[in-house]
């Protein structure tokens, strides 16, 4: 069966990077990365969620590269970049430090924003070196550092082990999306997206999410149900923002406060009214502004140099 790909006019169409490159992680997996924007304009990096890909950020890609280098990369098994048997957390944080080292020129810093399972491996990244040399300030939209599975209100359930129970099965099912059908997009939105999402984004977020291996889905899906990033949020010294829905099923508000109370340099809480999960792609105006601030206040423009070199 054929996956979707992503949809090909409005804002949601992913443009075309201005260059490609293959970043190596520790293991050797290879981590595939787009770059957009003209050389020596300060720097925005874009990490993804569970089950998307760099297409997830069209909106955001189409604004900031008039003005900045924004570089997006695709998670492990999601996109362009190969599955690996190693998931987990700390091979989260190993491909972000590798995109940081292949991208970025020594001591330059940049805007890190993370969307869901993105926001986690900014978490998972916190101390290490390459994410301290090159981490100016950082956006967590929609996620979580701990108890996703128990706090997701997906199933209209009472709070508790059977809730728990049901939501971390269906959370982590092996079954196959499918193709896109008006079904498949009242599913999604239901669990992902606020009640006011306009058809384009649903139609643009179920391409995105129906084209990721069931056995990609699989796999992170019990990373996720395990989360335990308690410790690594308190070592995120950096400035940090946070936005989040009201309406979001899978990473409730509850999280964004947790994580406030946790972060040693939290500059505020965004809470959108009636938005779900995909902040990004719901209120992508709103996601822009805040990268556009951090990176106003928190990075400097470097001069144009001869681009870093690319990795086999």
């Not at 301290?132 to 956006?139: D, K, N, Q, S």
Request: net charge neutral.
């Amino acid at each position: 069966m054929s996956r979707p790909t992503p949809v090909t006019t409005g804002r949601y169409a992913p443009p075309a990077p201005a260059r490609e490159l293959t970043a190596t992680s520790a293991d050797g997996a290879q981590i595939h990365v787009e770059v957009h924007g003209p050389e020596g304009a300060p720097a925005v990096v874009l990490a993804h969620g569970w089950t998307c890909s760099t297409a997830f950020w069209a909106a955001q890609i189409s604004e900031l590269a008039a003005d900045h280098r924004v570089i997006a990369y695709d998670q492990r098994g999601h996109g362009r970049t190969p599955a690996s048997p190693a998931c987990s957390t700390d091979a989260l944080a190993d491909d972000l430090e590798a995109v940081l080292t292949a991208t970025l020129a020594p001591g330059e810093r940049a805007v890190i924003a993370g969307h869901s399972m993105g926001g986690m491996t900014v978490m998972a990244a916190s101390a290490r070196p390459a994410f301290r040399e090159h981490a100016a300030a950082v956006l967590l939209c929609s996620t979580g550092s701990t108890r996703l599975v128990p706090e997701s209100t997906v199933l209209p359930l009472r709070p508790g082990r059977v809730r728990t129970w049901i939501t971390g099965h269906i959370l982590g099912s092996r079954a196959p999306l499918g193709p896109v059908t008006p079904a498949a997009r009242r599913i999604l939105k239901y669990a992902t997206m606020g009640p006011a999402s306009a058809p384009d984004m649903v139609e643009a977020c179920a391409r995105i999410v129906h084209a990721c291996p069931r056995t990609v889905r699989h796999a992170w899906s019990h990373v996720l149900a395990t989360l335990d990033l308690d410790a690594a949020v308190r070592e995120l010294n950096v400035p940090a923002e946070i936005v989040v829905g009201t309406a979001d099923r899978l990473t409730p508000p509850v999280h964004a406060r947790a994580l406030a109370d946790a972060l040693p340099d939290c500059r505020g809480v965004t809470e959108l009214p009636g938005v779900g999960h995909m902040t990004p792609v719901e209120e992508p105006d709103l996601v822009t502004t805040r990268i556009r601030d951090l990176v106003a206040a928190h990075v400097s423009a470097r001069q144009p140099s001869v681009p870093v070199e690319e990795s086999a």
